[in-house]
């Protein structure tokens, strides 16, 4: 696929947090470009045949022994380098230059005097600083600092603490710059890449939303042939968009398998079959398994045991469908580029939280060759791509929902009677955000059953029933999430539906927890 993309760009990876985002901004300015670990051979980098490389930052210091290093026949390829933060020092070391260690570490925002303008800094907003009496604002973060420069090198911008701050050796086209380009906190900091990516590598940008639909089409015209694919459609915007771009690749030779586990929101199944059957015409088999989950969820309390039960009732079941299509090749999946990142990451696994259930985890014992799309695409692209496709904004926008569903809400045991009460509880606590513009503005809002009752009075009658818990965050990835300040109108509008409205309810909280060291999910 990445053969589409004549113009691409190599990211290295040395375990910057921000190593993503390098990425991000590249595709952003339409240059495809892909991120390996920094250990990749020379061999492969060369059969990657990049427009340019980029070094990421990383945690190490290249004075500690066991530093991570390059191959340094990387800089005498006659590409185009960029080292950011540790990408520069390592440059600079390998190349003969000293880097030390500093006795002031420099952290935050800071101020930088550019020195040379014609190329790495050219084009930057004068308002945003360029000249010394108004220099330009950066994002630092790093110990050590450079003492000695390599042989051919100049210094192209230096702050205060960093004398050294952005070096070039021009005619071998290599640079780096200490602070980093990529985060926001560095405004001009997507001019500055590009600069790199257009003046200095000649990149042409190739990679649009409307190119990558056609050569994904194209992709998968090719590798399936004649023969037919399966995939699990859960309504969410991953499996859609798969399910979309397959369905427009090879028509009816995909059946997508949607199954109504019976923990799913209020309505959801009948929007999902209306869009994608009736509307898009797409050759989807709807599987009622609600009783068979629920079943085998009877008195369950327990989350891990609860998230194990759905994940292994899921496989079985789709399984069992995708056997009765017969004569299936393919199975078509999900996953995005940062789980094929983290896959490829020399960074250890981190520990299991959650046993996440995901549509698309399937098992290799299915004996059938993988598809995966959108292995390329960070979420936002999978959204502009889903938007190109036609797909309405109910699916492109909806909140994330967990594979196990309303399961994972309800604490304790799950009942029909409770997954009543928390359907109708959800579907008010969306209606309510929708209905005051706010819904797009969180990450996630929604209900939460809690396994208390407490006493109440309606009318002269005294009640005993349920607390609801309202979760609304604030986020940019799930990794990390703030519980929204949303106000108090608002709050006050969703209490007063779910008392009034839904039967079992007489008490609603508030949480005003964050991840860490809570998650977004109460199980
Ligand atoms: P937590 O609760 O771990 O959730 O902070 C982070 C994000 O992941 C979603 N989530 C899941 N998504 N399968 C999924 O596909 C799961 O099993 C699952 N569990 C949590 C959660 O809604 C939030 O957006």
Known sequence: MRQAYKDRILILDFGSQTTQLIARRAREAGVYCEIYPYTMDLSEIRKFAPKGIILSGGPSSVTEKDAPMSDTRLFDLGIPVLGICYGMQLMAYQLGGEVCSSETREYGRTCLDLLETSDLFASLDKEAGSSDSNPLMVWMSHGDRIERLPSGFEVIASSKNTPVAAIRNKEKKLYGVQFHPEVVHTPQGGVILRNFLFNICGCVPGWTVRAFIENTIRDIRETVGDKRVVCAMSGGVDSSVVAMLLHRAIGDRLTSIFIDNGLLRKDEAREVRSIFCDHFKLNLRYVDASEIFLERLTGVADPEAKRKIIGRTFIEVFEKEARRIGD????????????????????????????????????????????????????????????????????????????????????????????????????????????????????????VLLPIRSVGVMGDERTYEHVVGLRIVESLDAMTADWSRIPYSILADISNRLINEVKGINRVVYDISSKPPSTIEWE
């Open 328 to 447: 299936v090749e393919f199975l078509a999946q999900g996953t995005l580029y940062p789980d094929v990142i983290e896959s490829v990451s020399f960074k250890g696994p981190s520990a299991t939280i959650k046993t996440h259930h995901n549509v698309g985890g399937l098992p290799d014992n299915m004996r059938l060759k993988l598809i995966e799309p959108l292995r390329e695409l960070f979420k936002d692209e999978v959204r502009r791509v889903g938007r190109e496709l036609g797909l309405p904004s109910s699916i492109i926008d909806r909140h994330p929902f967990p594979g196990p569903g309303l399961a994972i809400r309800i604490l304790g045991p799950v009942t029909r009677k409770n997954l009543a009460i928390l359907r109708e509880a959800d579907a008010i606590v969306t209606e309510e955000l929708i209905k005051h513009d706010y819904y797009n503005r969180v990450w996630q809002g929604f209900a």
